[in-house]
């Protein structure tokens, strides 16, 4: 497949195939995008050092709260666009709707490690940090950064795939399976090198 660098502007809409589909898993899926911000924040301190989220200008003081209730650091590293549906971009917002990049840390000192190594695109110690496994690490450095995919799924099938140019993926492990991820369903906050990565199905 043909991998254009200089995509057009970014879109990402939901269609349904009935109404009926949509008033049983909208308010579904929107319950699920909620929560995820909760299970990030649980899981620091308790099985990695650090997490990267999304948070809306509304809820930053109520969140920056928690944070301190648990004796995390918050370090708030970004605007970034917001729409009403999935975005990749970090396009600094132009009067209109933003969140708050941010980060939890369980010191001052990873807070700071990470935001050195997210700035260098240090992709090794970001997922060090964050919990990531090191091949998801180098797969998001080739594809992300160094060949500028936004959307990973076509090399992470690739990757699934092997040499074979006929790419038919088939038996994924469901803890690998990102394909939700654009509604804000998703298993694990890490892009993952493959469909078949054992260290992202753990
Ligand atoms: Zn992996």
């Not at 370090?75 to 549906?85: E, L, Y």
């Not at 496994?133 to 690739?158: L, R, S």
Request: net charge negative; glycine share 6%.
């Amino acid at each position: 497949m043909k991998h254009y660098r200089t995509p057009g502007p970014e879109w990402c809409r939901r269609q349904w195939v009935s109404a009926e589909a949509r008033a049983l898993w909208a308010p579904r899926i929107q319950a699920i995008t909620a929560d995820w911000n909760a299970v990030e924040c649980a899981t620091v301190g308790a099985c990695r050092q650090a997490a990267v989220l999304h948070v809306d200008p509304g809820q930053l003081a109520a969140f920056s709260a928690k944070v301190a209730e648990r004796r995390l650091v918050l370090n708030v590293m970004a605007q970034v666009g917001a729409g009403p549906s999935y975005t990749s971009g970090t396009v600094a917002p132009d009067g209109g709707a933003f969140q708050y990049k941010v980060s939890i840390a369980t010191s001052k000192a990873v807070s700071a490690q990470l935001a050195s190594a997210w700035a260098d695109k240090a992709q090794a110690t970001v997922a060090e940090l964050l919990g990531y496994p090191q091949c998801c690490a180098e797969f998001f450095a080739a594809t992300w950064d160094e060949a500028e995919w936004h959307d990973t799924t076509w090399p992470m099938a690739d990757g699934h795939q092997g040499a074979d140019p006929h790419l038919a993926v088939a038996d994924v492990n469901p803890g690998t399976n990102i394909l939700l991820r654009w509604v804000g369903v998703r298993w694990f906050p890490h892009l993952p090198c493959s469909f078949e990565c054992e260290h992202t199905a753990q």
